[in-house]
């Protein structure tokens, strides 16, 4: 029997090895070669190449040789490609900017950054979701990270904060735990970037302490419309220190300049799927475009008399300090300029950690920063390999910096000279300096040794409720549909119950509306309370979004829906007029390829209707010809465009012509809705934009059944 090697078969190819296609791949297509200014493809060690198209073989047809080095090295680099993803916060953004100082504050710190008017220091950003995985989408209902590194005269200060003032849980042990539960569960491993399944919420309500924070997940803080358009907060207490060494406690607020906002969530869920990378495109799409986000940051600063007058403890991390209390005091704004070149070299591989501190800065005793300070510099290493990390560009300071730590995998930077300890007798080296060197507050610690919880974090309903009070009626709403929608995910009913028994502590009236929202037969019993929980609490207007929102449209975008025929001077109008806003516009279009629009010219499209769903804009508008409306109208897309746009409590703008389309997508156009606005002649559109500045038409909600 003849062997067959599956050559023999086969007539050998008629093109010889010069052959370019037979060399560049099938198709015949040329690839281009080295020549002029492109430079010579190399390997990891600098050899030139002369295929990177194919393997070298025994014959036309193989087998593969291992002697291909660079085949080998090319499949090796691309098989280590990912590096572990953060065990939390592994889906994130950054960017690059810097921080400029308003005015000295030499009186409270020593830390550099705070000592010199207009000082400007480079800063980097890093945002994220926290559960769900590196390619989860961006919508989730989830808290967001707002990490910060400024690149100090002094070493790294890393503020490394949420969106949401609070947290789960007062002590870090706890940590694993509260994760664990929020993500995937074990064994069937879904659902993934979810709150709203068992094992979240049968933690959470056998976790009293973590119900302040669950009203802020369940609110729209946790589902922002833009990273723009978010604070952030250090949430732990912290400590100035000056010249002298005195402390003053200080709390760390980011507030954005573009005011607050969030979507709605039947508006995220659609998100999602049309774009789940929303929040990256549009930090993208604003710093390419130059239009710079800014935070101011703030600070609240007190004592320790206030500290022991204050109703809860300033080291419980489940507890805010209420601005009209501590007046948050603008220090300084941040401006993100500049997206990475490289997102890995930077997004990836930045490093934050909460013990990065320059001297003039200290911790408290909250349990929860402790327990952060030895986590940070740990998981740096399972993540990036080596302890060497504070060498990647994007990690070392830009600061000076001399140490005698050496040696270890990846060492980029190492010391020259004979001296690698001291004191030495070489006269070599740096040694350390008591006058400007870290110095942490000396405190009177004493007392047992115990693991215990301190009475005076007990309290874990009054806050809770002070946050469920202090928002809009609207407000109010969406945090009694978010517990209905997630609980109605639990499949284990006494967990339901239970979760209930506690928001009986928070409010009633929320305790009732999500229990009849459930279905709930009888109310259970309130959840037994370490403290009883406190009603006098007043309402803090900071605490609302819509209270916070901004004055102007600048920094949103409105979809203008066009048809061919539509009214080119409008859609110019509009342009215009967004433009001067600070705002853009988005042509969403039956065809890529655009339309042609009343004078005949040609308006490129930015999306076909189906790509570009009214989910991604803050207003619409549609203009559209007569034809335009009724061929519109019959497109699925394009009612659900417009049908969405009124249910998501959208501004439209809309054309004569378009209210056909607007009646074929059950929007009431005679309800003298204040959202619906015609635009008959271009003179109107600065009208509408001006009246897109309240973002929303919360007067719709009702009727609309959000
Ligand atoms: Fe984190 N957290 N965390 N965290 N955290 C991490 O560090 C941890 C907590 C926060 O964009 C990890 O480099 C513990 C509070 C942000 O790279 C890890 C505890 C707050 C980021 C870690 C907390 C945060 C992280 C995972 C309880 C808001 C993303 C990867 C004691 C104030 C930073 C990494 C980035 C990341 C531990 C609680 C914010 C494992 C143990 C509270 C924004 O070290």
Same mark, same amino acid.
């Given at each position: 029997?003849?062997?067959?090697?599956?050559?023999?078969?086969?007539?050998?190819?008629?093109?010889?090895?010069?052959?370019?296609?037979?060399?560049?791949?099938?198709?015949?297509?040329?690839?281009?070669?080295?020549?002029?200014?492109?430079?010579?493809?190399?390997?990891?060690?600098?050899?030139?190449?002369?295929?990177?198209?194919?393997?070298?073989?025994?014959?036309?047809?193989?087998?593969?040789?291992?002697?291909?080095?660079?085949?080998?090295?090319?499949?090796?680099?691309?098989?280590?490609?990912?590096?572990?993803?953060?065990?939390?916060?592994?889906?994130?953004?950054?960017?690059?900017?810097?921080?400029?100082?308003?005015?000295?504050?030499?009186?409270?710190? #020593?830390?550099?950054?705070?000592?010199?008017?207009?000082?400007?220091?480079?800063?980097?950003?890093?945002?994220?979701?926290?559960?769900?995985?590196?390619?989860?989408?961006?919508?989730?209902?989830?808290?967001?990270?707002?990490?910060?590194?400024?690149?100090?005269?002094?070493?790294?200060?890393?503020?490394?904060?949420?969106?949401?003032?609070?947290?789960?849980?007062?002590?870090?042990?706890?940590?694993?735990?509260?994760?664990?539960?929020?993500?995937?569960?074990?064994?069937?491993?879904?659902?993934?970037?979810?709150?709203?399944?068992?094992?979240?919420?049968?933690?959470?309500?056998?976790?009293?302490?973590?119900?302040?924070?669950?009203?802020?997940?369940?609110?729209?803080?946790?589902?922002?419309?833009?990273?723009?358009?978010?604070? &952030?907060?250090?949430?732990?207490?912290?400590?100035?220190?000056?010249?002298?060494?005195?402390?003053?406690?200080?709390?760390?607020?980011?507030?954005?300049?573009?005011?607050?906002?969030?979507?709605?969530?039947?508006?995220?869920?659609?998100?999602?799927?049309?774009?789940?990378?929303?929040?990256?495109?549009?930090?993208?799409?604003?710093?390419?475009?130059?239009?710079?986000?800014?935070?101011?940051?703030?600070?609240?600063?007190?004592?320790?008399?206030?500290?022991?007058?204050?109703?809860?403890?300033?080291?419980?991390?489940?507890?805010?300090?209420?601005?009209?209390?501590?007046?948050?005091?603008?220090? &300084?704004?941040?401006?993100?300029?500049?997206?990475?070149?490289?997102?890995?070299?930077?997004?990836?591989?930045?490093?934050?950690?909460?013990?990065?501190?320059?001297?003039?800065?200290?911790?408290?005793?909250?349990?929860?920063?402790?327990?952060?300070?030895?986590?940070?510099?740990?998981?740096?290493?399972?993540?990036?390999?080596?302890?060497?990390?504070?060498?990647?560009?994007?990690?070392?300071?830009?600061?000076?910096?001399?140490?005698?730590?050496?040696?270890?995998?990846?060492?980029?930077?190492?010391?020259?000279?004979?001296?690698?300890?001291?004191?030495?007798?070489?006269?070599?080296?740096?040694?350390?300096?008591?006058?400007?060197?870290?110095?942490?507050?000396?405190?009177?610690?004493?007392?047992?040794?115990?693991?215990?919880?301190?009475?005076?974090?007990?309290?874990?309903?009054?806050?809770?409720?002070?946050?469920?009070?202090?928002?809009?009626?609207?407000?109010?709403?969406?945090?009694?549909?978010?517990?209905?929608?997630?609980?109605?995910?639990?499949?284990?009913?006494?967990?339901?119950?239970?979760?209930?028994?506690?928001?009986?502590?928070?409010?009633?009236?929320?305790?009732?509306?999500?229990?009849?929202?459930?279905?709930?037969?009888?109310?259970?019993?309130?959840?037994?309370?370490?403290?009883?929980?406190?009603?006098?609490?007043?309402?803090?207007?900071?605490?609302?979004?819509?209270?916070?929102?901004?004055?102007?449209?600048?920094?949103?975008?409105?979809?203008?829906?066009?048809?061919?025929?539509?009214?080119?001077?409008?859609?110019?109008?509009?342009?215009?007029?967004?433009?001067?806003?600070?705002?853009?516009?988005?042509?969403?279009?039956?065809?890529?390829?655009?339309?042609?629009?009343?004078?005949?010219?040609?308006?490129?499209?930015?999306?076909?209707?189906?790509?570009?769903?009214?989910?991604?804009?803050?207003?619409?508008?549609?203009?559209?010809?007569?034809?335009?409306?009724?061929?519109?109208?019959?497109?699925?897309?394009?009612?659900?465009?417009?049908?969405?746009?009124?249910?998501?409590?959208?501004?439209?703008?809309?054309?004569?012509?378009?209210?056909?389309?607007?009646?074929?997508?059950?929007?009431?156009?005679?309800?003298?809705?204040?959202?619906?606005?015609?635009?008959?002649?271009?003179?109107?559109?600065?009208?509408?934009?001006?009246?897109?500045?309240?973002? #929303?038409?919360?007067?719709?909600?009702?009727?609309?059944?959000?």
């Amino acid at each position: 029997m003849a062997k067959n090697s599956g050559r023999s078969s086969r007539k050998p190819h008629a093109a010889t090895i010069h052959d370019q296609s037979l060399m560049r791949g099938h198709g015949g297509e040329l690839h281009q070669t080295a020549e002029g200014d492109t430079p010579v493809l190399t390997t990891a060690q600098g050899a030139p190449v002369a295929d990177d198209q194919n393997t070298l073989k025994y014959g036309e047809r193989g087998p593969s040789l291992i002697e291909d080095f660079h085949f080998r090295e090319k499949i090796f680099h691309f098989d280590h490609e990912r590096i572990p993803e953060r065990v939390v916060h592994a889906r994130g953004y950054g960017a690059h900017g810097y921080f400029e100082t308003y005015e000295s504050l030499k009186k409270y710190t #020593r830390a550099d950054i705070f000592q010199r008017a207009g000082e400007k220091t480079p800063a980097f950003v890093r945002f994220s979701t926290v559960a769900g995985s590196k390619g989860s989408f961006d919508l989730a209902r989830d808290v967001r990270g707002f990490a910060v590194k400024l690149y100090t005269q002094e070493g790294n200060w890393d503020i490394v904060g949420n969106n949401i003032p609070v947290f789960f849980i007062q002590d870090a042990i706890k940590f694993p735990d509260v994760i664990h539960s929020v993500k995937p569960e074990p064994d069937r491993a879904f659902p993934q970037a979810q709150s709203a399944h068992d094992n979240f919420w049968d933690f959470i309500s056998l976790t009293p302490e973590s119900m302040h924070m669950i009203m802020w997940v369940m609110s729209d803080r946790a589902i922002p419309r833009s990273f723009r358009f978010m604070e &952030g907060f250090g949430v732990h207490t912290f400590r100035f220190l000056n010249d002298k060494d005195e402390s003053t406690f200080v709390k760390f607020l980011w507030k954005p300049k573009q005011g607050l906002q969030s979507v709605v969530w039947n508006e995220a869920v659609k998100i999602n799927g049309a774009d789940p990378d929303f929040h990256r495109r549009d930090l993208w799409d604003a710093i390419q475009a130059g239009d710079f986000p800014e935070w101011e940051l703030c600070v609240q600063l007190f004592d320790q008399d206030f500290a022991d007058s204050f109703e809860f403890d300033v080291l419980d991390p489940t507890k805010l300090i209420p601005e009209e209390l501590v007046e948050p005091v603008p220090v &300084g704004r941040l401006v993100l300029d500049r997206m990475p070149d490289n997102f890995f070299a930077d997004t990836e591989q930045v490093a934050f950690m909460t013990q990065n501190v320059p001297p003039g800065i200290d911790f408290s005793d909250d349990p929860l920063l402790q327990g952060r300070n030895f986590s940070y510099l740990d998981t740096q290493l399972k993540r990036l390999g080596s302890t060497n990390f504070t060498h990647l560009p994007i990690n070392a300071p830009k600061c000076p910096f001399h140490h005698f730590q050496q040696d270890g995998h990846m060492a980029m930077r190492n010391p020259s000279g004979r001296a690698n300890y001291q004191p030495n007798s070489w006269g070599e080296g740096p040694r350390e300096s008591p006058q400007r060197g870290f110095r942490s507050f000396v405190d009177d610690v004493n007392g047992p040794k115990v693991r215990l919880r301190a009475e005076s974090f007990a309290d874990h309903y009054s806050q809770a409720r002070q946050f469920f009070i202090s928002q809009t009626v609207h407000e109010q709403k969406h945090i009694v549909m978010a517990l209905t929608f997630e609980l109605s995910k639990v499949e284990t009913p006494v967990i339901r119950e239970r979760m209930v028994s506690h928001l009986l502590n928070i409010d009633e009236g929320l305790a009732e509306s999500v229990a009849e929202k459930l279905g709930m037969r009888k109310l259970p019993e309130p959840a037994e309370a370490a403290v009883s929980p406190r009603n006098d609490l007043p309402a803090s207007d900071a605490l609302s979004i819509i209270k916070n929102g901004p004055a102007s449209f600048a920094g949103r975008k409105v979809g203008v829906l066009v048809s061919d025929g539509a009214d080119t001077k409008l859609i110019k109008g509009l342009s215009t007029a967004l433009k001067k806003e600070g705002a853009t516009m988005e042509i969403v279009a039956p065809y890529i390829g655009g339309v042609e629009t009343s004078d005949g010219s040609i308006i490129e499209a930015d999306h076909m209707i189906d790509g570009g769903p009214s989910v991604l804009f803050d207003a619409v508008a549609i203009i559209v010809s007569e034809a335009g409306a009724e061929r519109l109208a019959g497109e699925a897309a394009a009612r659900d465009f417009v049908a969405d746009a009124f249910a998501h409590l959208k501004y439209i703008g809309y054309t004569d012509a378009a209210a056909a389309l607007l009646i074929k997508a059950a929007v009431p156009v005679d309800s003298g809705d204040e959202g619906l606005i015609p635009l008959s002649a271009a003179k109107e559109a600065a009208g509408f934009v001006s009246a897109c500045r309240k973002l #929303r038409v919360w007067a719709r909600e009702e009727a609309v059944k959000l």
